[in-house]
């Protein structure tokens, strides 16, 4: 791969001859953070070049014309555009025109100014791999970063589209994709897990735990010890209290877990509990009040001795 620079030096082109990198990684540009930057702009020029390839052509009267094609700055480009300055600064790089090398540099420029979000990575990846054939391990060495960690990467494509979407927007982070990723072969628990996590704004942390919870659940489900009724009984506590109820049984008694994620949801949970306990109480004072025993007898009758209380002669037939 040849990889050469004009002169090293910079050059100044009309923003309307650099075509947009086809290859870019980015798909979201946040707004806001754009507008900042063309802010900047406007006050202080482009202090880092764009990177581009230089490409001529010939025009229909037989002249030469030359385009250039982004490698490496679409925000600068973009912000340029809204800030209305005609001319940027930019780098021109010769070389092959290579697909793969210009993802891949368009790839490490973002990732080492930390520009992409996860998404955008994984999608990144996963092109050099099914596009350019390159391995994980090959993507890990481009970009500085282990097997593993681009493995995982792409892995974040296999989850459903509105994790994904959480995950781009920075409404979850990419620790809480884990879990949810966790429970792959489960997709009514992934979502719940998935709205959990949005709702109750649980950390990674809590996230992993009620993840290894259900994972735990399903290989007792498929244990020699399954018990069907001690499973019915968690799950009619869960459906009651609102929380994830987990039942242990021993060789003698067991025990009960509970999970709460917050002060509040332990408070709920006491005043469910406590409002079972007043209503059984009620009902047993009710059951108590109809059993009571009425004496309707006499007053003579009730204050005759114990003696001629069980006197045959006071008895009737």
């Not at 929380?243 to 009960?256: L, P």
Request: glycine content about 4%.
């Amino acid at each position: 791969m040849t990889q050469q620079f004009h002169n090293d030096s910079i050059y100044w082109v009309e923003l309307e001859k650099i075509q947009p990198n086809p290859y870019q990684p980015r798909r979201e540009f946040n707004p806001v953070k754009l507008q900042n930057l063309a802010d900047s702009i406007r006050q202080y020029g482009v202090l880092q070049p764009l990177v581009v390839t230089r490409k001529e052509y010939q025009t229909d009267d037989g002249g030469l014309s030359v385009n250039y094609e982004l490698i490496a700055g679409e925000r600068r480009l973009r912000a340029s555009y809204l800030a209305g300055i005609n001319q940027v600064p930019v780098i021109i790089r010769t070389m092959e025109d290579d697909g793969r090398v210009k993802l891949e540099i368009a790839i490490i420029e973002n990732i080492q100014r930390e520009d992409l979000n996860p998404m955008d990575r994984a999608f990144a990846f996963s092109r050099l791999v099914n596009e350019f054939n390159f391995k994980h391990i090959e993507i890990g060495q481009k970009v500085g970063k282990s097997r593993e960690y681009v493995s995982n990467t792409i892995r974040l494509l296999s989850l459903p589209d509105e994790v994904q979407k959480a995950i781009s927007e920075c409404i979850i982070t990419e620790g809480h994709a884990r879990p949810i990723m966790m429970l792959v072969d489960k997709p009514e628990e992934q979502a719940t897990l998935f709205k959990e996590i949005v709702a109750k704004k649980l950390t990674v942390r809590e996230a992993e735990s009620i993840s290894r919870r259900i994972a735990v659940d399903r290989i007792r489900k498929h244990s020699r010890n399954f018990n069907p009724e001690i499973m019915e009984f968690e799950n009619k506590l869960t459906e009651t209290l609102g929380a994830r109820v987990q039942i242990e049984k021993k060789e003698i008694g067991g025990k009960i877990t509970i999970d709460f994620l917050s002060d509040e949801d332990l408070r709920g949970i006491f005043n469910i509990l406590n409002k079972e306990n007043v209503e059984n109480s009620s009902v047993l004072q009710m059951s108590e009040d109809k059993e009571e025993l009425i004496d309707d007898r006499s007053k003579e009758e009730k204050e005759t001795t114990d003696e001629d209380l069980y006197s045959i002669k006071n008895f009737s037939i």
